[in-house]
């Protein structure tokens, strides 16, 4: 009953909740680090965390970041299409399951908010971490203060329009 | 084949690598893709201080911690091992508009002007660090996910409120570029 509640919790405001139904050992856990390096490397080799090619994209002045984003977005549903349709389960024989997301106020209020600092900051989520790493080390402190907006996100969920 | 990797990549070797993290989370764990949700695993993992949103099980979530730790590393092997020798090359028209604006700095991916250690306790380390950082913690998990859960995950799977997400972040962020960004810069 407490796990049934923790997972609801879980749930609120999030992409995806991933209760999985194999457990694993812990060192599976290593997978993910691996896919994330890769991820990292991508990030800084097409130079997506450059503050500079985020203001090029929203000054329509180059043509890069939407090209990086349109690939991955139809890389991305071909290959949903063909799990789904194919019926093809994870390595370890789970069903892979899609869950619809419902519609809040968040994602208008939210999104505007995000769009704003991701415009001044030069980065989404992903790419501060991958800046830290290539060096830039300040964006630690944007990292540390996006932890703490999500923080204050938390504190005040409740009494914001959703 | 090195050289050619320490070249910058092409857009489409870029998204397709994106793109091809969903199905490989998906295959490999039953994960779906998504990076923002990892500031509100460290929030329930550091400071809950008994906030409903933060009162779950984050131990259940630590492969989203283990995917960004690795997406620091690498940013460190990308750029020790495999980096560019050359400069960035930067759109013309974006050069000379940030130029009018103060920034000098286009040597590297981000300028100096803004992101150096020097600035966090000034005005412009206000607005583009902790302001900045602020607007993309909260805003993200406001929207219930960033680029990568809503325009990448939720596009994938064609959510409608994913579609909605992204159309907002677009527009906060041409916003953000265009009409906020100039008046930041001028007050410097």
Same mark, same amino acid.
């Given at each position: 009953?407490?796990?049934?509640? *923790?997972?609801?919790?879980? @749930?609120? $405001?999030?992409?995806?909740? +991933? =209760?999985? =139904?194999?457990? @694993?050992?812990?060192?599976?856990?290593?997978?993910? %680090?691996?896919?994330?390096?890769?991820?990292?490397?991508?990030?800084?080799?097409?130079?997506?965390? *450059?503050?500079?090619?985020?203001?090029?994209?929203?000054?329509?002045?180059?043509?890069?970041?939407?090209?990086?984003?349109?690939?991955?977005?139809?890389?991305?549903?071909? *290959?949903?299409?063909?799990?789904?349709?194919? +019926?093809?389960?994870?390595? *370890?024989? =789970?069903?892979?399951?899609?869950? $619809?997301?419902?519609?809040?106020?968040?994602?208008?209020?939210?999104?505007?908010?995000?769009?704003?600092?991701?415009?001044?900051?030069?980065?989404?989520?992903? !790419? %501060?971490?991958?800046?830290?790493?290539?060096?830039?080390?300040?964006?630690?402190?944007?990292?540390?203060?996006?932890?703490?907006?999500?923080?204050?996100?938390?504190?005040?969920?409740?009494?914001? !329009?959703? | 084949?090195?050289? #050619?990797?320490?070249?910058?990549?092409?857009?489409?070797?870029?998204?397709?690598?994106?793109?091809?993290?969903?199905?490989?989370?998906?295959?490999?764990?039953?994960?779906?893709?998504?990076?923002?949700?990892?500031?509100?695993?460290?929030?329930?993992?550091?400071?809950?201080?008994?906030?409903?949103?933060?009162?779950?099980?984050?131990?259940?979530?630590?492969? &989203?911690?283990?995917?960004?730790?690795?997406?620091?590393?690498?940013?460190?092997?990308?750029?020790?091992?495999?980096? &560019?020798?050359?400069?960035?090359?930067?759109?013309?028209?974006?050069?000379?508009?940030?130029?009018?604006?103060?920034?000098?700095?286009?040597? &590297? #991916?981000?300028?100096?002007?803004?992101?150096?250690?020097?600035?966090?306790?000034?005005?412009?380390?206000?607005?583009?660090?902790?302001?900045?950082?602020?607007?993309?913690?909260?805003?993200?998990?406001?929207?219930?996910?960033?680029?990568?859960?809503?325009?990448?995950?939720?596009?994938?799977?064609?959510?409608?409120?994913?579609?909605?997400?992204?159309?907002?972040?677009?527009?906060?962020?041409?916003?953000?570029?265009?009409?906020?960004?100039?008046?930041?810069?001028?007050?410097?």
């Amino acid at each position: 009953m407490e796990n049934k509640q *923790s997972i609801e919790t879980r @749930h609120q $405001d999030a992409m995806c909740t +991933n =209760e999985a =139904e194999v457990q @694993h050992p812990f060192w599976h856990n290593l997978k993910y %680090l691996v896919v994330g390096i890769a991820f990292g490397i991508v990030f800084v080799k097409a130079e997506i965390i *450059s503050w500079f090619r985020i203001q090029e994209m929203f000054r329509l002045q180059s043509f890069f970041m939407y090209g990086v984003i349109g690939t991955a977005v139809v890389v991305g549903m071909l *290959s949903v299409w063909l799990i789904k349709k194919y +019926n093809i389960k994870t390595m *370890s024989g =789970e069903t892979i399951k899609f869950e $619809d997301k419902t519609f809040s106020k968040g994602q208008i209020f939210g999104g505007l908010i995000f769009g704003i600092g991701w415009a001044i900051t030069g980065a989404c989520p992903g !790419p %501060l971490f991958a800046q830290i790493g290539s060096g830039f080390l300040v964006v630690g402190v944007t990292f540390l203060s996006a932890v703490a907006g999500t923080w204050v996100y938390g504190y005040f969920r409740e009494k914001l !329009p959703h | 084949m090195i050289e #050619l990797i320490k070249q910058p990549w092409h857009w489409a070797v870029a998204g397709a690598i994106i793109g091809l993290t969903v199905p490989t989370l998906l295959l490999i764990g039953n994960k779906k893709f998504g990076i923002s949700s990892s500031l509100r695993h460290i929030c329930a993992m550091c400071l809950p201080a008994n906030i409903p949103f933060f009162k779950y099980d984050w131990k259940k979530e630590i492969w &989203n911690l283990f995917f960004v730790v690795g997406v620091l590393l690498g940013g460190i092997i990308a750029t020790q091992f495999l980096s &560019n020798p050359d400069t960035i090359v930067i759109a013309d028209s974006t050069k000379a508009s940030l130029s009018a604006l103060g920034i000098t700095d286009f040597s &590297n #991916l981000m300028p100096s002007d803004l992101f150096s250690v020097e600035n966090i306790f000034t005005l412009k380390g206000l607005f583009f660090f902790v302001i900045g950082g602020f607007l993309v913690g909260f805003g993200t998990r406001y929207a219930g996910g960033c680029t990568s859960g809503h325009a990448i995950m939720g596009l994938s799977t064609l959510q409608m409120p994913s579609l909605i997400a992204t159309c907002c972040f677009m527009a906060g962020g041409f916003f953000s570029a265009n009409i906020l960004l100039p008046l930041i810069l001028k007050l410097f």
